[in-house]
């Protein structure tokens, strides 16, 4: 190993930004953690010309990723672009193929391409890192992959996704509705570059996806994920989880079941008590239940330049230092293809709000129907039906553990009945 390790960032946007701002004030602390200096010597944009308030005098411009990557001048090639295609994929393929070691905030590519990626990157013997690419400044790619590396892990589960956390908790703190919300949070900078990555749960979905692959030792499958979004959840269905005891937060779950791993995101009530419901505005968190350390829950910023910059210049100091770890925890041809666990098997406990139409026999319908379809009710919250709302009377169920073919059977039956006036709203229900 040289003394110097070059680096070279393409894509300097917020997080590339605060990346140079790091490397640039840790200097010399990471020189002392790491035995080696790190250097920045390349970089490429898209447009050099804007001002970005950051020094690079002494940093060469390349014409592209692609170059910058395959170029001699750099050891280590931090991918900062985005996308699952084009020249994030290209840019890192062209330093993997170089022997390089890649450094990448980017979860739609590794969704996408990280098994082939992390492949590619064993054939020639570089790193591959991604500590970025989930959960911004926590470091759960590292907990999972070498921190819990003597546990079995059970079910890891979290908030993922800042934007829609943040829109949450503005409309339940706030009573705002969702768009003043996404609008808020898009001029914050929290938001992807199309916000239907965050709000439609895709986002979340791909990186579920990066840690189901390290907490379960199967290969990623981001198409094997349910996904759900937030966009239909209302302020009514705020204020009843809070009355039930519960907060709806957008989670991304990977669970161990007898039929294989299920993957889903979606809008979850989590009981207020829960670690998870604690965690508000752009704030991520995760939670991992494994054998030896029981649960385990990691809190922080989930978004930022300088949050992301922080892990990303984690994985560069490990880089420094010649630690060089498999990138999903087990080299590729170990990792299984995941048994998928389709989510009409998914077992748990329903959160159900109907409009019921003010008619004698409604209820009685309603609670016949559920019955027939097994499914036991923990509580039902019944409030007055009024005339403003064409006498549609507002009920709440909460069920027992079921399964999520007996919910749509019973909800199918039950709007044949003609006793509801909308569409039933359903949010599964995660207990601790
Ligand atoms: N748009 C993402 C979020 C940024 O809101 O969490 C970090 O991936």
């Not at 992390?118 to 570089?126: F, K, P």
């Not at 939670?287 to 030896?292: E, F, K, L, Q, S």
Request: with cysteine; glycine share 10%; charged share 20%.
């Amino acid at each position: 190993m040289s003394e110097i390790l070059r680096v070279g960032i393409a894509g300097l946007g917020t997080v590339g930004g605060a990346v140079v701002r790091l490397l640039a004030t840790q200097a010399s602390d990471l020189a002392a953690r790491t035995g080696r200096k790190i250097v920045l010597v390349g970089v490429s944009a898209r447009d050099p010309s804007r001002e970005r308030g950051i020094d690079l005098a002494d940093v060469e411009w390349f014409a592209g990723p692609v170059e910058l990557a395959a170029s001699d001048k750099i050891d280590l090639f931090v991918e900062l672009i985005g996308g699952d295609e084009g020249p994030a994929r290209a840019s890192v393929e062209a330093a993997l193929r170089t022997g390089k070691s890649v450094v990448t905030a980017n979860k739609a590519l590794l969704a996408k391409h990280g098994i082939a990626l992390a492949r590619l990157a064993e054939q020639h013997h570089a790193a591959l890192a991604f500590e970025a690419s989930v959960a911004g400044g926590i470091p759960i790619v590292k907990t999972l992959r070498e921190g819990l590396a003597g546990n079995s892990i059970e079910r890891v589960y979290g908030v993922l996704n800042g934007t829609c956390n943040y829109i949450l908790s503005r409309m339940e703190l706030e009573g705002l509705s969702f768009a003043e919300c996404l609008a808020e949070a898009q001029k914050l900078g929290y938001a992807e570059a199309d916000p239907t990555f965050d709000i439609g749960g895709f986002d979340t979905a791909h990186k579920l996806a990066i840690l189901t692959s390290l907490a379960f030792g199967v290969k990623l499958d981001a198409e094997a994920i349910s996904v759900e979004g937030i966009q239909d959840i209302s302020l009514a269905d705020l204020h009843a989880a809070r009355e039930l005891g519960y907060r709806v937060k957008l989670l991304g779950v990977a669970q161990r079941t007898p039929h294989g791993v299920e993957q889903r995101v979606h809008p979850t009530m989590v009981p207020l008590s829960s670690p998870i419901a604690q965690v508000m505005g752009v704030t991520n968190a995760v939670t991992v239940d494994a054998d030896a350390v029981n649960e385990l829950t990691l809190v922080g910023p989930g978004a930022g330049g300088m949050a992301t910059a922080s892990a990303v210049v984690a994985d560069i100091a490990d880089i420094a230092r010649g630690i060089r770890s498999a990138p999903f925890g087990l080299p590729v041809d170990h990792l299984t293809a995941p048994e998928k666990s389709p989510m009409q098997r998914h077992e748990g406990g329903y959160y159900i709000r109907l409009a019921v139409r003010n008619q004698i026999g409604a209820a009685a319908a309603i609670a016949a129907r559920m019955a027939q379809h097994e499914i036991s009710l923990e509580s039902i919250v019944q409030r007055r039906a009024c005339a403003s709302n064409g006498s549609v009377a507002p009920v709440v169920l909460v069920t027992y553990a079921t399964t999520e073919t007996s919910v749509r059977e019973a909800l199918a039956a039950i709007l044949a009945d003609g006793h509801v006036a909308e569409k039933p709203q359903v949010i599964r229900i995660e207990r601790e």
